[in-house]
């Protein structure tokens, strides 16, 4: 029998969003503050370049901290 918690989707909580989930991964590397908010809001400008489409199913190999 499964647990009631695990199967009930709407307590689930959500993944951390494309600019959470950039601070985070500076965060973890020790970036400085000020190369946080630069590189942050370089990607808000990159997004809002293309029309606010996720760059989930685009191509990443261009992000620097895609695959680090």
Do not use: R
């Given at each position: 029998m499964a647990h009631p918690n695990l199967s009930d989707?709407?307590?689930?909580?959500p993944p951390p969003k494309l600019l959470d989930q950039v601070r985070n991964k500076l965060r973890v590397k020790h970036y400085a503050i000020r190369a946080e908010?630069?590189?942050?809001d370089w990607i808000k400008r990159f997004?809002?370049?293309h029309d606010k489409r996720h760059p989930k199913?685009?191509?990443t190999s261009n992000f620097p901290l895609a695959n680090h």
């Open positions: 989707k709407s307590t689930a909580i908010q630069s590189y942050v997004i809002l370049l199913p685009s191509n």
